[in-house]
Structures are given as structure tokens and as C-alpha cells.
């Protein structure tokens, strides 16, 4: 039996990937708000959260806000991305002098892209279902190239900057800036092909039944 995967995310980046390894999840945006949710958590933890942490966090916010309206689906899966650089969580620029800004920090430098990943199990029981829910962040090493400040301007330009953690991408516009990367490739993209399989994995769900061709 196919498995029917919801994607808790807006990323057309994060569609892509899947629909290239042969999985076409329905798409269903959650309504979280991201900063009251991080809010909670530093209050309640009594100190700002690791860039790692909170990536895994706003993933299980976003996936368990569209598990509770998607109740038809057998697994949901939500994701988020933050860059850390010089100890301090990036996520997507408010606007286009904030991009610019960080860009003329990246540049020549090397950041961490941390992925949450977050699953839900919502399949019936007498269908397999685990009820489980497990998450995993993944991190990845990112060299920026040294961009001139004619180039900086040239990308905040086109707008990409602002619609993606970090404020580049590596699959867009942006692939020419990104020098190399230390780990997964998919998981700068936005989702982690390998970190899903295992968590599939984990809640008993073989990765073949989610792909829609064979």
C-alpha cells in the first residue's frame, strides 16, 4: 500500500526534492507563528535555544499544526532551516538591507545550515501505524564565496535572499555563491533525503512506499 505524505511546508525547494526522488506529497502550510513559538520555548527553558534546537523545534510546531487538521494523511512531514554563523540563528531576512547585511558577513565565510525534520504517524493502527512521532536535525557546513559588493547587490536584487533561511540558496540563484559543503547536499536544499528514510524507517514505514514511480 502507497504511503500518503503530507508536506507541513511552503518551500518549493523542499517539493522539488521530493518529487525528484519519486514522492508527490500533498502540500498543506501551517499557521505557525515561528517567533511566538521560540519565545516559549527559550522562556520556558530559562536561555536562547541552540540554532540546531530550534530548527527541530518550528519543525515539530509546523508538522504537528497540520497533522491536527490532516487527519486523512498517513504520515506528516514538517521541516525548518536556520543558518548559524558566529554563534548567532539566521533565518530569512526581513527585508532587503537586512539581506544585504548578512551577506556582507557570509561572504568569504563559512556557516552551519541546521534542517529540522519532523514526523507524524497518523496511520491506523490496524494499517501499521506506529502513533510515533521522532525528528532529527541535520547540519551542514556551508563556504561562502567571497562576493564583491556589486554582486551582493545584484542578488539581494533578484529577491531570492528574502524568501529563504540563511538568505541564499545553493539550488538557485544563489549556487554560484556557495563555494562547497560539508554534508548533505539536500539537506541545504531543505530536506534530507537520507535523515527522512531513517526516520521513516524508525516508524516502521519502508521509504519505497512513499514514491509515487517506480
Given at each position: 500500500?502507497?504511503?500518503?505524505?503530507v508536506?507541513?511546508?511552503?518551500?518549493?525547494?523542499?517539493?522539488?526534492t521530493l518529487?525528484s526522488?519519486?514522492v508527490a506529497?500533498?502540500v498543506?502550510?501551517?499557521?505557525?507563528?515561528?517567533p511566538?513559538v521560540?519565545a516559549?520555548a527559550?522562556?520556558?527553558?530559562?536561555?536562547?535555544?541552540?540554532?540546531?534546537?530550534?530548527?527541530?523545534?518550528?519543525?515539530?510546531?509546523?508538522?504537528e499544526?497540520?497533522?491536527?487538521?490532516?487527519?486523512?494523511?498517513?504520515?506528516?512531514?514538517?521541516?525548518?532551516?536556520?543558518?548559524?554563523?558566529?554563534?548567532?540563528?539566521?533565518?530569512?531576512?526581513?527585508?532587503?538591507?537586512?539581506?544585504?547585511?548578512?551577506?556582507?558577513?557570509?561572504?568569504?565565510?563559512?556557516?552551519?545550515?541546521?534542517?529540522?525534520?519532523?514526523?507524524?504517524?497518523q496511520?491506523?493502527?490496524?494499517?501499521?501505524?506506529?502513533?510515533?512521532?521522532?525528528?532529527?536535525?541535520?547540519?551542514?557546513?556551508?563556504?561562502f564565496?567571497?562576493?564583491?559588493?556589486d554582486?551582493?547587490e545584484?542578488?539581494?536584487?533578484?529577491?531570492?535572499p528574502?524568501?529563504?533561511?540563511?538568505?541564499?540558496?545553493v539550488?538557485?540563484?544563489?549556487?554560484?555563491?556557495v563555494?562547497?559543503?560539508?554534508?548533505d547536499?539536500?539537506?541545504?536544499?531543505?530536506?534530507?533525503?537520507p535523515?527522512?528514510?531513517?526516520?521513516?524507517?524508525?516508524?516502521?514505514?519502508?521509504?519505497?512506499?512513499?514514491r509515487?514511480?517506480?
Open positions: 500500500m502507497p504511503t500518503r505524505l508536506l507541513a511546508s511552503a518551500s518549493p525547494a523542499r517539493l522539488s518529487r526522488a519519486g506529497p500533498e498543506i502550510v501551517s499557521s505557525v507563528d515561528e511566538a521560540q516559549a527559550e522562556k520556558a527553558a530559562g536561555h536562547p535555544l541552540e540554532a540546531a534546537d530550534l530548527a527541530l523545534l518550528l519543525a515539530r510546531a509546523k508538522c499544526d497540520v497533522a491536527s487538521s490532516a487527519p486523512e494523511a498517513d504520515v506528516v512531514l514538517g521541516c525548518d532551516s536556520v543558518l548559524e554563523l558566529d554563534g548567532e540563528i539566521h533565518g530569512k531576512p526581513a527585508d532587503a538591507a537586512e539581506a544585504t547585511s548578512r551577506w556582507h558577513r557570509m561572504r568569504g565565510r563559512s556557516g552551519t545550515l541546521h534542517t529540522g525534520h519532523w514526523l507524524v504517524d496511520r491506523d493502527a490496524d494499517a501499521g501505524g506506529t502513533a510515533g512521532t521522532v525528528g532529527a536535525t541535520a547540519s551542514t557546513l556551508v563556504h564565496a567571497d562576493l564583491s559588493d554582486e551582493i545584484a542578488y539581494v536584487a533578484t529577491g531570492e528574502l524568501r529563504v533561511a540563511g538568505a541564499f540558496t539550488d538557485g540563484l544563489g549556487g554560484p555563491y563555494r562547497g559543503i560539508e554534508g547536499y539536500h539537506a541545504v536544499v531543505g530536506v534530507s533525503l535523515v527522512l528514510r531513517d526516520l521513516l524507517g524508525e516508524l516502521e514505514i519502508p521509504w519505497h512506499t512513499l509515487s514511480t517506480v
